[in-house]
C-alpha cells in the first residue's frame, strides 16, 4: 500500500478541492471525509480518483451490523484504498462491515483495507473516563479496540502516535496503525489532543500518517506537503 502521509481533504465544496490539488503536480493520497462526502456524495470519489490520487474515504461507520453490512457493501463499489468504522461498533459490527466490503468489491479488483476508529485523536484521557464512562488508561482503551479490531479481522486502527508502537506489539507489525494528530514542529494543535509531528510519528511506529490542515491551511501547501514528507521520511 502507498505509504505517503495522507493529505485530509476537509473542503465544503469539489471547488474548494480540486483548486487545493491544483498545487500537485502527481497524484498523491488524499483522505475524503464526512464534510466534503455529505455535500457532493460518491461523485467526488469518482472525480478525485480520476486524477489518479489514493483515496481514504472517512466516514467511521458506527451502527447495527447488518446496517454497516449492507452500506459497506455499496461504498465497496466506488474502488477507495482505505475505508473504516468505529471500532466501538463492536466485533460483529466489524465482521459485518468486512463481510460488505468482500461482497461489494467487483470481481478481480483489490478490496479496499479496513480500519476501525480506538479513541479519537481529539479525545483526552480525562474526557474519555468522564463522557464515555470508560474507567481504563486511554492507552489500554485503545489497546482494547486494537484487539478487537483485530478479532474481527480487519487489516488495522485509527488511533494516536501515541498508541502506534504498543499497538504493533499487541497486534504484530503488519497490523495497520493510522494516525492522524500530525502538525509540523511548532504548529498550531487547534482541536487535537494527542498530537505528534511526521518524525516522531514515523519513529513510533505509525503505518500511515493523516495531515490536514497543517498542508490545506499553509501559505504554501505544495511546500508544507513537501516538508511533512521530507520529515516522514527522515528515520
Ligand atoms: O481520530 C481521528 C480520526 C480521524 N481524524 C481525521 O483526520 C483529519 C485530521 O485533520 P487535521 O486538520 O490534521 O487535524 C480530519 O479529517 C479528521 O476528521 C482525526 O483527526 N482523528
Not at 480540486?18 to 483522505?31: A, D, H, R, T
Not at 504498543?166 to 503488519?174: D, K, L, N, R, V
Not at 482541536?191 to 495531515?211: C, E, F, W, Y
Request: charged share 25%; net charge negative; hydrophobic share 40%.
Amino acid at each position: 500500500m502507498n505509504t505517503k502521509p495522507i493529505i485530509a481533504l476537509d473542503f465544503p465544496s469539489e471547488k474548494e478541492v480540486f483548486q487545493f490539488l491544483s498545487n500537485f503536480n502527481e497524484p498523491i493520497f488524499v483522505k475524503i471525509g464526512m464534510e466534503l462526502y455529505l455535500q457532493e456524495g460518491p461523485s467526488i470519489v469518482q472525480k478525485v480518483k480520476e486524477q489518479g490520487h489514493d483515496i481514504f474515504l472517512d466516514l467511521k461507520l458506527h451502527d447495527i451490523p447488518n446496517t454497516v453490512r449492507s452500506a459497506m457493501k455499496g461504498l465497496a463499489r466506488l474502488g477507495v484504498d482505505l475505508v473504516n468504522v468505529h471500532a466501538a461498533g463492536g466485533i460483529d459490527m466489524m465482521r459485518g462491515a468486512l463481510e460488505g466490503l468482500e461482497a461489494g468489491t467487483p470481481a478481480g479488483k483489490e478490496r479496499a483495507k479496513l480500519i476501525a476508529v480506538t479513541q479519537l485523536t481529539s479525545t483526552t484521557e480525562e474526557q474519555m473516563q468522564n463522557e464515555q464512562m470508560i474507567s481504563l488508561s486511554l492507552l489500554d482503551s485503545v489497546l482494547h479496540y486494537a484487539r478487537i479490531t483485530k478479532e474481527a479481522g480487519l487489516d488495522g486502527v485509527v488511533c494516536s502516535v501515541h498508541e502506534a508502537g504498543q499497538i504493533g506489539e499487541a497486534c504484530g507489525q503488519e497490523f495497520l496503525r493510522v494516525t492522524p494528530g500530525i502538525r509540523l514542529p511548532g504548529g498550531e494543535a487547534h482541536d487535537q489532543k494527542r498530537i505528534a509531528t511526521p518524525n516522531g510519528a514515523k519513529a513510533s511506529g505509525s503505518s500511515l500518517i493523516v495531515v490536514g490542515r497543517a498542508i490545506t491551511g499553509a501559505a504554501d501547501p505544495a511546500a508544507a506537503y513537501k516538508k511533512v514528507c521530507d520529515l516522514w521520511e527522515e528515520n
